[in-house]
């Protein structure tokens, strides 16, 4: 046999053993749990069970209604006089079924499982694939219930399927079993008044799966048994579902807040490293303009003329006559004596633009790696300083990259390239 494809899915299939029940079935112990003017009643599932695909699966393909049962504390079980009744049924309509499970309907009792029919299921149907399904007429609410992997006890399952299929044998079950009298009108019904009184007498027992607190009222039906607590457990089950969704609020509130957070932190990081370079560049800036006021100070002490211009932020010496001095000039050692600029007041002559024989032989092999800018420094100041030659100046310029010979920073490290010969 294989998996049914027309079906409908009640619930969510969780794992293990699968429960499949056939539409005709499942109609009929409906309605059979909602005759009897609403009473309890107990039914036996007819079906088979095997493995498909390495599943375990229950197929419920027909059920028998529970006859001449006994009731005991409340409670309806079934008879040696039921299993012979049952037994002339399966002879007769379901010869090729076995028992796999029973049915017990509770009126306005939900589906809660009570430890008597669970006791119960454990001492009586004691096959790991056989199930209970219990059926509430006033609430409309079922579900099926199947051993634990241990076997030890029973646990509700989560889903199963109804499937749509030929059932020749349980039809004709429901012809020769006819339900007498039709549901009732709700609002019409003494004995769903009758139900619902008896229900809010309820002992907390049927919760806690304890029949030992069961105090049977006297003045009444001893099927009737009186509940304190049920109330009060509906009320904390309704806050139990309140706190549940609130939980799963702030949880969705949560995840979204620290989604959040989370893409933020690269634009946290780029802030933090942009101050890091601001703090930076304005102690430099400081520096700068202490040097800048210094060397102006001086200048204005010693009589310097040398003149200064600021450009995006920065202090450069600037050659006092750019008409005559070019780039060109500099890179190429050219020098005019007329225009050479002046420093602090020096004036260059002939005498002292060219190098001593004695200082060059004494500097060549001590150029230093770096030179510091100065007020009233030129490319060829600093050439004829370190070197001994103002040839040098264009080394020096094409060294450090620089555009504009006749602007350089006061307090900038120059790269020195060595001499050439």
Known sequence: MNFPTNIKQIGTIDDGMKIYVEDYVYSYLKQYAKSNDYKESLAVLMGKYMEIDKTEVVFISGAIQGKHLAESNGLISFTDKSWEYVLEQKELFFNDLEVVGWMQS????GTYLNASCANYHLNNFRKPYQVLFIYDPVEKVNSFFAYSKDLTDIIEKKGYFIYYDKNNEMHEYMVANKIAGAEKEKSKDPTLKYITEKREKRQ???IAKDLSDWIPDEKENPKSLITKDENEFQAQKKALNLLVSLCVVLFVTSFIMGMGLMNNQDRIATLEENL???????KDLVQSSEVFAQANKNT???GDNT?????NGNDYVDNPDKSNLTEENIINGETNDENLPTDAGTTYTEES????????SEDADKIPEF???QSGDTLLKISEKI???????GKIMEFNKMKDADKIVIGKKLLLPPKSE
């Open 106 to 109: 509770q009126p306005s009792y």
């Open 204 to 206: 907390s027992a049927v």
């Open 276 to 282: 890091s370079t601001l703090t930076t560049t304005y």
């Open 300 to 302: 204005v002490k010693e």
């Open 307 to 311: 003149n200064l211009i600021v450009e």
């Open 353 to 360: 633009a060219e190098p001593s024989a004695e200082t060059d």
């Open 371 to 373: 030179y510091v800018v």
């Open 387 to 393: 070197y001994g030659t103002r040839k040098m100046a």
